[in-house]
Nanobody, 125 residues
Framework: VQLVESGGGLVQAGGSLKLSCAAS????????MGWFRQAPGKEREFVAS????????VYADSVKGRFIISRDNAKNAVYLQMNSLKPEDTALYYC???????????????????WGQGTQVTVSS
């Protein structure tokens, strides 16, 4: 599976962005999908994940109520709608795929098998 993120950019605090992740390969529907982020000097951290059917989502406490993860299996795509952005959301955002059929999608970096190159999100104050 190859993953390509898009949709990052510069936005003012309080604004919104929608990230997209396009996946190649016919087995996309077998993968749980996740979004992670990494700020300079910090470890990569979990943001949100969605199971392979799109019926269960998990969020980090820091983004709960502001971000929404979704997927369109017909388009081999996963999305991250980010609202009420804060300067602390500034990071490189990664899309990742986890070959897991668990109903509850996982949230650890080491659980994910494939990664995109990332898209930069910068939130100015």
């Amino acid at each position: 599976v190859q993953l390509v993120e898009s949709g990052g950019g510069l936005v003012q605090a309080g604004g919104s962005l929608k990230l997209s992740c396009a996946a190649s390969g016919r087995t996309f529907t077998r993968y749980a999908m996740g979004w992670f982020r990494q700020a300079p000097g910090k470890e990569r951290e979990f943001v949100a994940s969605i199971n392979w059917k799109g019926t269960y989502t998990v969020y980090a406490d820091s983004v709960k109520g502001r971000f929404i993860i979704s997927r369109d299996n017909a388009k081999n795509a996963v999305y991250l709608q980010m609202n009420s952005l804060k300067p602390e959301d500034t990071a490189l955002y990664y899309c990742a795929a986890d070959l897991s059929s668990d109903y509850v999608p996982r949230r650890e970096v080491y659980d994910y098998d494939y990664w995109g190159q990332g898209t930069q999100v910068t939130v100015s104050s």
